[in-house]
């Protein structure tokens, strides 16, 4: 397998799995492949996305932990969502999705 089809079926696992939920903005954000150790001959590619919940909240403007109303609309900018999928050499096949939290 080359990366192009890694990416390409990382993506395509990603929209199979959380396609319901009007996911947008689909991109690779990053591919690695292990050549040696435990996690020889697996790749690992980090494809971001974003959620119509996925919605940075603004700062807690009352200083009581309370939302806001405007904090309940989720009218900030959209985040993202950042899955790692595991995949197989040399047969292609599926191992995970994992969270990968962003870095900030």
């Given at each position: 397998?080359?990366?192009?089809?890694?990416?390409?079926?990382?993506?395509?696992?990603?929209?199979?799995?959380?396609?319901?939920?009007?996911?947008?903005?689909?991109?690779?954000?990053?591919?690695?492949?292990?050549?040696?150790?435990?996690?020889?001959?697996?790749?690992?590619?980090?494809?971001?996305?974003?959620?119509?919940?996925?919605?940075?909240?603004?700062?807690?403007?009352?200083?009581?932990?309370?939302?806001?109303?405007?904090?309940?609309?989720?009218?900030?900018?959209?985040?993202?969502?950042?899955?790692?999928?595991?995949?197989?050499e040399p047969?292609?096949?599926?191992?995970?999705?994992?969270?990968?939290?962003?870095?900030?």
């Amino acid at each position: 397998m080359d990366v192009a089809q890694v990416v390409l079926l990382a993506k395509q696992e990603i929209m199979k799995v959380f396609g319901d939920e009007q996911i947008r903005n689909l991109g690779l954000e990053e591919v690695e492949f292990e050549e040696t150790g435990p996690e020889s001959g697996i790749w690992k590619v980090t494809i971001g996305f974003s959620r119509p919940w996925d919605r940075e909240l603004p700062p807690d403007i009352g200083g009581v932990g309370l939302p806001t109303a405007f904090a309940l609309g989720r009218s900030g900018p959209l985040s993202r969502s950042y899955k790692v999928v595991r995949i197989a050499e040399p047969q292609g096949r599926v191992l995970s999705i994992k969270d990968r939290r962003s870095e900030k």
